[in-house]
Structure formats: structure tokens, C-alpha cells
């Protein structure tokens, strides 16, 4: 960074928002106005993955650089340890004040990891509650895993779970803007507002929806059944894909609330920044942009995400700093382990000493315009449902490849084949390089038996804390409601001239002598 005094971070995280979905990639019906400014006077990384194709480990790797079998956080029901350095403690240390409107999906009893602030509850639970079982073999378990209600019925709703939470991330973020700008301005902030949309279920206000119309939606690229490998295939029995009957137009209807969902999400990004501009923090402020994961939105008759193929794991990501980087696109493969370190040296203004090793790296020099490397490789590890042991993606160039002992290797060249049609694995001989190179890097057997070992220990301790009295681990955040407005306290005057933003104007010089 060339100025002095350290810019803002708003982080902006999108739940399943698929790549391939964005204008910005190449779509050419969806509209996103506000995400399609910032990509055009910002940097877009046209190959980043998800480093792990689930909502809690792959938030976890975004805060920590970590892949889950460093951590711990195997799947949406494990713990998140409070001994792991997120890039939050990294920027409080710097002189940031930190905050998260929005999902995060940490369990444990530790739900700020680093924030000083924390202005919503979570959407979901931090409990061990949705532990999967792989010694089941992909039974299913009915109260929590996915089925095809989502896209069996979609459509408008003027107000739903996820639409009530995501305007409160808004409206809360939109507020610490402007509180930051009245009462905290000496330090620079770091805001993470993080939505639950465009993820299932693919409902969306009237509003949203209206600017799509049926006819004009895409169907899927990839057939429903001739395409589906082993690991699909699970996917596809875990879901329930197979319980309904599910025609074009169910899948015109669910792609259409997703379509609509996103631009939902894009509204929201243009409230936060127009928050910023009112505020004139915009020009001094990073604004990263990024998802978990992505969804699969029928493509091989599938839904959601949990698959290194495409749909799921492609995943945006752009940042926007036109004052400091200029506008570009990033051809390297990047994943959501690259985020710390970034975060890190953006905020120190050059590269920051961490105090462990992380699994990912920093993207600065990429912004500032380096000379891309051709053997950059993005990592994946995948340890939750779905699978019935570790998973894992390298992507190196054009090449991904996906390998788990359980089922046949995958290699894909995305240049030639950007649809993952044809598994070049079989006598390939970068197939067996790469599945060498995972086999070096990972202790497969080993991670295989902790996974294990936790999903045992974390099934019998949610059945145990089922009896007696429960105290929850979900956050509650705090409403300082006797510091808000106006309290006896305070000088009412004092109170009603810092509380505005800009200042008035001062009147001393009007005071009658």
C-alpha cells in the first residue's frame, strides 16, 4: 500500500454462489450491476476454488489458511479451536477494528475467532449436531441432510428465514459503517459482512424476481444421467435426488430463484457501498469479494455442492482497490486459503510474518500486476459428507485432478473440457504424478482415522448433551441498548452533534458575547 495511513477492508462473502453464475464470468443473463462495477475496475481472479466444498470448513480456511485436516474442521459440526490465529487477530494486532455482520457457521464455544465485534447470530448451529457418520456408508440422515424440496419449491417469498436474516446482516454492517465513521474513525476497519444468499432454498422477493423471466433461463450443460462418476453418483443417493419426479420446468423455476437471489446479493453489496461512499471511507477501503462454494444447480442431475467438479468448487473472487491495484484478471489458480495472508499483508502494507505456516499464500503480488506462474497449484481437501473418505483436488494450470480411495481418480484438462466431460485418469500419465504428488503431501490412512475418531467422539457427545440443561454455544450478540440514542449519561446536545455524520458545522463564532 502507497498511502500512509491504512486502508479499510470490507470482506464480502456470498453462501454457494456458483462462478460460472456471475456476469463476470461470462454469464450472460444474470445481472449484477454492482458486483460488474467493481470487477471492471478491479481484480478478478478467474480460477479460484473452494478449498473445501462446505459452508463450516471452508469459512474456517478463510479465516485461518488452514486446510481441515490442520485444523480439525472436518465437516459443519466440528469445532473451530480458539488456539488458531485467524486474519482478524492478525489485523486487531495491526490497529484494525474487526467486525462480522453475518454467517460465519463456527462451532464451538468460541463464536468471534479474533472479531472485537460481532453484530448478528449465526444462521445455523454451533453445535455437533450435523456430524456425518462415514461408517454409515452414505445412509442417509434425514433431519439435516439435503433433499429436493429447495428445488421442488421455489418461487417468490416476500420474507423467509434467509431472507430475514440477510437484511439484518445488511442493515446491522450498513450501521457499523456509519457508527465507525461517527465514533471510531482513528482506526482503520475491518468489516466482514457475510450473506446466506443465493443458497438454497431458491426463493426470492417478487422484486428480484421479476427481472428474470422463465423462458429466458438456461438449463444445465451436462446431461442428468450419462455423466455421473462414482462420487456423483453418492451424491445424487445422499440428496434424495431420486425421491420426486423432477421436470424441466422445476429446474427453469429453481435456476430462476437462484438467478434472482444473486441479484439480491448484489443489492445488498450496493447498499454497503453506498454506505462507504456516504461516508467518504470508500476510496481509502479494500473490497474482497468471495463465496465458499458454489452449487451445482442441476448440472448431471445434481444440486448443491460437496464435489470438487466445477459448479460446486469454481467460486468468485475480486478485489477492488482501483487507487492501489489496477483493473486486471487472474488466470492462476487461487483457493480461500490465500485470503489470510493477503488480508495480512494488505493491512501491514507489505508482507507480514505469521505465526504459524499456512496452507495458503499471499495474493498481493498478484494484485500488484506479477508475472503469473504456470506451476501455481491449488490445493482442496474435502473430509464431510458425501464421501466415505478424504478427498482431494489439485489444480495446476488447465489440469484438475481429484483423487479418494474410494473411488476412481479423476483428471480433467478445464481449458479443453470446461464441462468435466471426459476423465482423461485412466493411463494418463499426469494421473499418476499427481495422485503421487497427494500422497506425498497428505498422510491419507492417518487423516482418515482422526476423521473417524472425531465423528465417533462428536456423535456420542451430541447425544449426551441431550440430557439435563443446555447451554448453547450459538452467539448471542449484544444490543448496548442503554449506550444507543440518546441516556441521561450523556449531554443531549453532545450526543445529537456526534451522532451525525458529516459533523455540523460550528457555531462558536455565533455565540452571543
Not at 152 to 160: F, M
Not at 258 to 265: P, Q
Request: charged share 25%; with cysteine.
Amino acid at each position: 500500500m502507497t498511502s500512509a495511513r491504512k486502508p479499510n477492508i470490507l470482506f464480502i462473502m456470498a453462501d454457494q454462489m456458483a462462478a460460472r453464475c456471475l456476469p463476470i464470468y461470462g454469464h450472460p443473463l444474470v445481472k449484477t450491476p454492482n458486483l460488474s462495477r467493481l470487477a471492471a475496475e478491479g481484480v478478478v481472479f478467474e480460477n479460484c476454488y473452494s478449498s473445501s466444498p462446505l459452508c463450516a470448513p471452508a469459512r474456517a480456511t478463510v479465516m485461518n489458511g488452514l486446510l481441515p485436516s490442520r485444523t480439525g474442521v472436518y465437516d459443519n459440526a466440528a469445532e473451530f479451536p480458539s488456539a488458531i490465529p485467524s486474519w482478524t487477530h492478525y489485523l486487531r494486532q495491526l490497529g484494525y477494528k474487526t467486525c462480522l455482520s453475518g454467517k460465519m457457521h463456527f462451532v464451538g464455544p468460541d463464536q468471534l475467532h479474533g472479531f472485537e465485534d460481532r453484530l448478528t447470530t449465526d444462521i445455523y448451529p454451533a453445535d455437533f449436531g450435523w456430524t456425518p457418520n462415514w461408517r454409515l456408508k452414505q445412509e442417509r440422515i434425514d433431519w439435516w441432510y439435503h433433499n429436493m424440496t429447495s428445488v421442488l419449491q421455489p418461487g417468490i417469498a416476500e420474507i423467509s428465514n434467509q431472507l430475514e436474516f440477510d437484511d439484518d446482516v445488511a442493515f446491522q454492517a450498513v450501521r457499523k459503517i456509519y457508527d465507525h465513521a461517527r465514533f471510531d474513525s482513528d482506526k482503520p476497519l475491518a468489516l466482514l459482512a457475510s450473506f446466506s444468499h443465493p443458497h438454497d432454498p431458491y426463493a426470492a422477493r417478487k422484486v428480484f424476481w421479476d427481472i428474470y423471466n422463465d423462458a429466458d433461463i438456461d438449463m444445465p450443460r451436462v446431461g442428468p444421467r450419462n455423466q455421473r462418476d462414482a462420487h456423483s453418483q453418492r451424491l445424487y443417493e445422499m440428496s434424495a435426488m431420486d425421491d420426486y419426479v423432477v421436470t424441466d420446468d422445476d429446474v427453469r423455476k429453481a435456476r430462476h430463484g437462484y438467478y434472482a437471489s444473486i441479484s439480491y446479493i448484489d443489492s445488498l453489496v450496493g447498499q454497503l457501498l453506498d454506505a462507504l461512499k456516504a461516508t467518504n471511507m470508500l476510496d481509502n477501503t479494500v473490497v474482497v469479494f468471495t463465496s465458499d462454494h458454489g452449487d451445482f444447480l442441476g448440472e448431471r442431475g445434481l444440486w448443491y455442492k460437496m464435489s470438487y467438479l466445477e459448479p460446486s468448487a469454481h467460486i468468485p473472487m475480486l478485489v477492488w482497490s482501483p487507487k492501489t491495484y489496477k483493473q486486471r484478471r487472474v488466470k492462476e489458480p487461487v483457493t480461500l486459503a490465500d485470503i489470510l495472508p493477503t488480508l495480512a499483508d494488505i493491512g501491514n502494507g507489505k508482507p507480514l510474518a505469521l505465526a504459524r505456516v499456512v496452507d495458503g499464500r499471499s495474493l498481493v503480488p498478484l494484485l500488484e500486476g506479477q508475472k503469473e506462474n504456470d506451476e501455481a497449484t491449488a490445493w482442496g481437501e474435502y473430509l464431510a459428507e458425501g464421501v466415505v473418505a478424504p478427498m482431494y483436488m489439485l489444480r495446476r494450470g488447465p489440469w484438475k485432478f481429484i483423487h479418494t480411495p474410494t473411488d476412481p481418480d479423476q483428471l480433467f484438462n478445464i481449458d479443453d473440457d470446461p464441462d468435466e466431460i471426459t476423465n482423461l485418469a485412466a493411463g494418463h500419465p499426469l494421473a499418476a504424478k499427481f495422485r503421487a504428488e497427494v500422497e506425498a503431501k497428505f498422510d491419507i490412512p492417518r487423516i482418515h482415522a482422526q476423521v473417524l475418531e472425531s465423528q465417533k467422539s462428536r456423535l456420542m457427545m451430541f447425544e449426551a448433551m441431550k440430557n439435563g440443561s443446555l447451554f448453547p454455544w450459538d452467539f448471542q450478540p449484544l444490543r448496548k441498548a442503554s449506550e444507543q440514542y440518546t441516556r441521561n449519561h450523556m449531554s443531549v446536545t453532545e450526543r445529537d452533534l456526534r451522532s451525525r455524520y458529516p459533523q455540523a458545522p460550528d457555531i462558536e463564532n455565533k455565540r452571543v458575547k
